[in-house]
């Protein structure tokens, strides 16, 4: 599995100037190479693929020898990350989002991510350092001695803030990391149904429910955010006093973002570490789409999009769940969610059901919280979808034993 960590470095003005030039390189290969994918749709009809710019780019520095300042390695990641954007474009447009655009030309006051992958670096004695050829100022930063013996695969050097560079100068090195122990099915199952008030919504093959309520941090911060952005927009963008303002946001900002990761990173652990169960279910959940629901109006939906889009993608906290499993032998797998909350697990009967109803109230006699009714009914469609019907007996035994009244274990996580 592959693991990253984030590092701040503290570059000296002519390092600086240095990852600039880079940067600009860069920036100019990735400009080409769009320019000729464009021209060639417009002219041919054709689609220009990756293999096809990576092959040319020998010619390409020979003809430009200013390319040869920046690492090979690094330039062939500024051509993968484009044609990314683009397999990116075409995916998000076979599914009918219409939204979806093209990538863009880059400016020359953004900073360019350098991506050195598999090679280009080297680590020693605590000290990472970069090949480059701009000139014989090197590119090194103290990173500590953690990463002397592991087996790196990918180090990304970038800013926090890309506009002109008033961020902080980072380094994410992805490495690679041998779990504790291999997956292997105990026959015991964990459903997870994510949401908004409650982040969490979890039911076991013991029939046994799990809440965890939403840490509202934003709620907190957003307050102090829109008056200091309030204060910045009417300054003249550039000055001190903007500037000054436009610090202190990001600062907030961070703030607010790094407690809501702080509050996953931990949630995610106790979850994995707690349960029995070692595989786990969750629903795959698009937070996108809920965003851009046109069944809500006015002041509902623009309540609705505050809760959804200032809590960060419940899909990072998927990813903090599935590799922490992943470390010590469990596995965590998506399935669709469609309507889980809207059928009654009992009798299978589909509601409409908006998002401010809370609770469903079947003809059937089911009452039951909805976030509660769709981790039921993950549970059953993956039980169902493997095959895996003695679990699914199992499961429907306890439910039948538990009934409506369930036993419960709710887990309040202040911030």
């Not at 996108?288 to 889009?309: D, P, V």
Request: charge should be positive; glycine fraction near 4%.
């Amino acid at each position: 599995m592959h693991l990253t960590k984030k590092i701040k470095i503290n570059p000296t003005e002519e390092q600086v100037d240095v990852l600039w030039q880079l940067s600009e390189q860069c920036r100019c290969l990735y400009n080409f190479a769009l320019a000729e994918r464009k021209e060639a749709w417009k002219t041919e009809q054709r689609s220009v693929k990756y293999v096809e710019q990576q092959n040319q780019l020998p010619t390409l520095k020979e003809k430009f020898p200013e390319y040869n300042i920046v690492y090979s390695k690094v330039l062939q990641s500024v051509l993968k990350k484009l044609d990314a954007s683009y397999k990116s474009f075409f995916s998000l447009w076979k599914n009918s989002d219409k939204s979806a655009r093209p990538p863009k030309f880059r400016s020359g006051k953004y900073f360019m991510t350098l991506v050195y992958n598999q090679s280009g670096f080297k680590i020693k004695d605590g000290k990472l350092s970069f090949s480059h050829k701009v000139n014989e100022i090197p590119l090194s930063f103290e990173v500590g001695n953690a990463f002397d013996l592991l087996a790196i695969k990918q180090i990304e050097i970038y800013n926090d803030d890309p506009y002109k560079g008033r961020g902080k100068f980072f380094v994410s090195i992805t490495y690679e990391e041998t779990p504790i122990t291999e997956y292997v099915d105990n026959d015991l199952y964990q459903a997870i149904d994510l949401g908004i008030t409650k982040i969490v919504t979890a039911i076991n093959t013991q029939g046994k429910f799990f809440e965890v309520k939403t840490a509202r941090t934003d709620k907190y911060w957003n307050s102090k955010i829109d008056l200091i952005k309030s204060r910045r927009d009417h300054c003249k963008e550039g000055s001190k006093r903007w500037n000054r303002l436009h610090k202190t946001y990001r600062k907030i900002e961070a703030k607010k973002s790094n407690q809501i990761k702080d509050f996953r990173h931990k949630l995610s652990k106790t979850m994995i570490e707690n349960t029995k169960a070692n595989t786990i279910i969750v629903g795959d959940l698009s937070v996108k789409e809920m965003a851009q629901s046109r069944k809500l109006k006015g002041k509902r939906k623009r309540s609705q999009n505050i809760s959804t889009q200032n809590q960060g993608y419940l899909s990072r906290f998927i990813e903090f769940l599935a590799y922490k499993a992943e470390f010590i032998g469990k596995r965590v797998i998506k399935i669709d969610e469609s309507y889980t909350s809207k059928e009654c697990y009992v009798c299978g009967k589909r509601h409409e059901m908006p998002l401010y109803e809370r609770t469903m109230k079947c003809d059937c006699g089911n009452v039951i919280d909805r976030d509660r009714n769709s981790a039921i009914n993950i549970m059953k469609r993956f039980l169902s979808q493997n095959a895996l019907w003695t679990g699914y007996q199992k499961f429907s035994d306890n439910l039948r034993q538990t009934g409506l009244l369930m036993d419960t274990c709710i887990l309040q996580i202040s911030k």
